[in-house]
């Protein structure tokens, strides 16, 4: 999938099977448009399979705006040998905001696997930059055995390439990368900057997703164009030491630009957690997840994301709840709300943290210790948290949730988000997730805030440095039936210092034949 904006619109491609709600033969690029990231306008489809170069599907890719505002996508095509290869589309009408027809360059294909890839392991081009040569490049995920590799191409002109058979990354141990991303963040304040900015002023980061597990990790370095290296801060180590977009269902990842109001964004997909009989049952699989602004953290060492600003336009009936004391096993409903669609931020203030119970995070795994010492388990300071799409027994409930702990020379947090009460239903993935996060003990304060859509929930923790998302799907609280709570299940006591939420409206939805009802 890859999204760009020209002429004022949003362009959202994305991978799409037309027969069937599962993975098959034969993938398109779907293709929807938007004013404001928030609502859409599906459109007919983009590219698919037509010439020997991508007769058995049209997979993942990108889309690169040349100066001028002209488009132009890379594809991974699955050729009539089922090998991978990348392909060039351009619009077939520049004067048409909506870019709906799409033609195939005729010398496709226009990059095929190097020597040490695999030729069924070659896909996901990323957008395009510059360097300071003047050449354009672009990163295509690759493997080799069980080696995950980066590889770098170079062209002038998007039809003539050089592939390096030097890996531009290189993971041990991975299988295949997929989706890899590469971009500059700024070292100042949250705006983006152009993908191909590289100065003293901004540092880059590169993405990568493994299939064999699937989530986005990313690692934040330097990056010299003229030597064609990235040197990361940190290496890839297989373990939650690995920095993550988000510690949840979120993958094939993908950021731009946004020059209109100078930011990058950050979307991804979330695939489901019930059966691939369920997905066939309601015909239709996966979503994407709100996207979000991606900044570096004033750390340096990681990013922060937030959900983009026109989310807000959705927002409806506020309520807030400010200064509520939450003594040892308290629970406060917060009414006056839609709870199964719904916008919640809080902020959480501790009365002190040296009683924190004491912990090393780099011998301990998150995940496993979220799913250990679940929110009913009582400790010093939490868990606390939000209690999201709960049914009025509590049988049903999801939790996100904090807990502090004292490590060596500093202070911990760990965010969970435990789905294991999240449904009555049996058939369901409800793994439990968490992260680490470092704590300003002169601060003494936590924030949270959840996106909340009736099977969904995203969750961004400490102003968006630690990210989850689950996928749950509650059969009791569901609609009217669903209810949210803040609570408390630590032996210290917590204060809300203020909360905020809103009911949230739906996003307008519109087809091809329904254009002129959303035209500006």
Avoid at 73 to 89: R, S
Avoid at 133 to 154: F, P, S, T, Y
Avoid at 192 to 218: A, C
Avoid at 415 to 426: A, F, H, V
């Amino acid at each position: 999938m890859d999204r760009c904006t020209t002429k004022g619109v949003y362009h959202l491609f994305y991978q799409y099977n037309p027969y069937a709600a599962t993975f098959g033969d034969r993938i398109v690029w779907a293709h929807s448009v938007s004013y404001d990231l928030i609502n859409w306008i599906h459109l007919n489809i983009a590219i698919e399979p037509s010439q020997p170069s991508d007769i058995n599907s049209c997979w993942s890719g990108s889309a690169t705006l040349l100066p001028g505002e002209k488009p132009l996508i890379l594809y991974t095509g699955l050729d009539h040998k089922k090998n991978q290869v990348q392909n060039l589309a351009t619009p077939k009408n520049l004067s048409d905001p909506f870019l709906r027809e799409w033609i195939k360059h005729p010398q496709n294909p226009i990059m095929t696997p190097p020597i040490g890839v695999e030729l069924d392991n070659f896909r996901d081009p990323s957008t395009a930059w510059v360097g300071k040569d003047g050449k354009w490049r672009v990163i295509v995920g690759a493997q080799n055995g069980d080696e995950g590799k980066v590889i770098l191409g170079q062209t002038e002109d998007f039809v003539n390439w050089t592939v390096d058979s030097n890996p531009f990354y290189l993971s041990e141990n991975t299988g295949v990368i997929e989706c890899p991303d590469f971009y500059p963040v700024s070292i100042e304040g949250t705006n983006g900057v152009d993908t191909s900015e590289e100065n003293p002023n901004v540092r880059h980061v590169l993405k990568i997703g493994f299939l064999r597990n699937p989530h986005d990790f990313y690692f934040v370095g330097k990056y010299h164009s003229d030597q064609n290296s990235f040197i990361p801060d940190t290496g890839f180590t297989g373990t939650s030491l690995d920095l993550r977009y988000d510690y949840g269902k979120f993958y094939a990842s993908k950021t731009f630009f946004d020059y209109a109001k100078n930011r990058r964004i950050l979307w991804g997909w979330v695939n489901e957690s019930d059966t691939i009989q369920d997905d066939i049952d309601k015909g239709w699989a996966g979503l994407q997840a709100i996207p979000r602004q991606v900044w570096l953290d004033k750390s340096g060492k990681r990013l922060v994301q937030w959900p983009v600003e026109e989310v807000e336009k959705l927002r409806k009936n506020p309520v807030s709840i400010n200064g509520e004391k939450l003594i040892s096993k308290s629970l406060l409903e917060v009414t006056g709300i839609t709870a199964s669609q719904a916008d919640v931020e809080v902020l959480f203030e501790l009365s002190e943290i040296k009683n924190a119970e004491e912990i090393d995070p780099t011998k301990v795994d998150p995940q496993i210790l979220c799913s250990e010492e679940d929110a009913s388990k009582s400790g010093t300071i939490g868990p606390f948290g939000l209690s999201a799409l709960a049914s009025e027994d509590k049988t049903e409930q999801t939790e996100i949730f904090f807990r502090i702990y004292k490590a060596p020379n500093r202070y911990v947090g760990l965010m969970c988000s435990d789905q294991s009460r999240s449904s009555l239903r049996k058939d369901l993935d409800k793994t439990t997730y968490g992260s680490f996060f470092d704590v300003d003990p002169k601060i003494r304060t936590i924030s949270l805030r959840s996106l909340i859509d009736h099977s969904i929930i995203e969750s961004f923790g400490e102003g968006g440095r630690v990210c989850i998302t689950s996928r749950v799907y509650p059969s009791l609280a569901i609609h009217e039936n669903a209810h949210l709570y803040v609570f408390n299940n630590g032996s210290q006591s917590v204060k809300v210092s203020k909360l905020n939420a809103w009911s949230m409206k739906k996003a307008e939805i519109g087809h091809q034949d329904t254009i002129s009802c959303f035209q500006k």
